[in-house]
Antibody
Framework: EVQLLESGGGLVQPGGSLRLSCAASGFTFSNYALSWVRQTPGKGLEWVSAISGSGGSTHYADSVKGRFTISRDNSKNTLYLQMNSLRVEDTAVYYC?????????????WGQGTLVTVSS | EIVLTQSPATLSLSPGERATLSCRASQSISIYLAWYQQKPGQAPRLLIYDASNRATGIPARFSGSGSGTDFTLTISSLEPEDFALYYCHHRSNWPFTFGQGTRLEIK
């Protein structure tokens, strides 16, 4: 059974940093790309970033480019999102999602999300 | 970036009725479109991928169609558990984007 468990969310001040983690199980981790997708409370979904199965290719939404860094440790079956220079508008539930292919595809499994609140 | 525009924003129907949700892309995305369902407090669930293929375990009452810039999700006969939020999503190129969602509510 595929499982994705996010952690690392919390309250942080504007300009601060936070690192999210996503522990995965139930599939061959290095064979699949992964994404971070966020959802502002009461609003819609926003794709944030994706990384290929090998970790050699990364992609970002314009809204986070230069501030967020996605990475993965295939030996630990864990995905990360380092978030720097956080803004109030980054407040959201952050989901990690498995992608159906090694470099691209659809989001077929999702974690339950971790809440990030950016506020002074 | 490709913008996906969903309509209507809210759709009010009764169980047993047919639901038709639309998604329009700002430029051609071939068939690289998916539909997701989200219920309160839950993560999104993949319903349809590549415009018209049902994901594993999705009932046959859900169907998708379209290509290029215009896409449709149809629910042939609404069940009580179908009332939820629905999002379209493209993977034609980077960055991926989602539509703003359609809320399907009980009339």
């Amino acid at each position: 059974e595929v499982q994705l468990l996010e952690s690392g969310g919390g309250l942080v001040q504007p300009g601060g940093s936070l690192r999210l983690s996503c522990a995965a199980s139930g599939f061959t981790f290095s064979n699949y790309a992964l994404s971070w997708v966020r959802q502002t409370p009461g609003k819609g979904l926003e794709w944030v970033s994706a990384i290929s199965g090998s970790g050699g290719s990364t992609h970002y939404a314009d809204s986070v480019k230069g501030r967020f860094t996605i990475s993965r440790d295939n030996s630990k079956n864990t995905l990360y999102l380092q978030m720097n220079s956080l803004r109030v508008e980054d407040t959201a539930v952050y989901y990690c999602a498995k992608i159906t292919g090694a470099s691209s595809g659809w989001h077929d499994y999702w974690g339950q999300g971790t809440l990030v609140t950016v506020s002074s | 970036e490709i913008v996906l525009t969903q309509s209507p924003a809210t759709l009010s129907l009764s169980p047993g009725e047919r639901a038709t949700l639309s998604c329009r892309a700002s430029q051609s995305i071939s068939i690289y479109l998916a539909w997701y369902q989200q219920k309160p407090g839950q993560a999104p669930r993949l319903l349809i991928y590549d415009a018209s293929n049902r994901a594993t375990g999705i009932p046959a009452r859900f169907s998708g169609s379209g290509s290029g810039t215009d896409f449709t999700l149809t629910i042939s006969s609404l069940e009580p558990e179908d009332f939820a939020l629905y999002y379209c999503h493209h993977r034609s190129n980077w960055p991926f984007t989602f539509g703003q969602g359609t809320r399907l509510e009980i009339k």
